[in-house]
């Protein structure tokens, strides 16, 4: 059984340009378009990973890093972003990430982020 990542992007030309490239690399996924739609996904099955867009309406991908880490403190989360790594650092946020994609990426640096993380 192939391991379950949840996508979570409220643009759905790249969620599902994600769950392309993952489906490549043997990966079901599945797509949230906002942080509560993740957050139920996430009750309703295990997942592997957690890869989220940064800047959506309700909920930041900060945001939902921070509920995630609460309920599932194992749970791999990756944030995808157009800005730095370093420009998100800067609001005093606790809990980092345990991976970055800066857009835009490329085959190689989702095969990279999952041999890594999985």
Avoid at 34 to 50: N, R
Wanted: charged content about 25%; overall charge negative; aromatic content about 6%.
């Amino acid at each position: 059984m192939a391991k379950q990542i949840l996508i979570v992007d409220d643009n759905p030309n790249m969620s599902s340009l994600l769950a392309d490239m993952l489906e490549v690399f043997d990966y079901d996924s599945i797509k949230a378009e906002d942080g509560e739609k993740a957050l139920s996904e996430l009750d309703k099955a295990p997942f592997s990973l957690v890869i989220t867009d940064m800047r959506m309406p309700n909920m930041t991908g900060l945001e939902l890093l921070d509920k995630i880490k609460e309920k599932y403190p194992k749970l791999p989360v990756v944030l995808i972003s157009g800005y730095s790594i370093e420009s998100l650092n800067n609001n005093g946020q606790a809990i980092r990430p345990d991976g970055f994609l800066a857009k835009p990426f490329m085959m190689s640096d989702i095969e990279k982020l999952l041999n890594s993380l999985l």
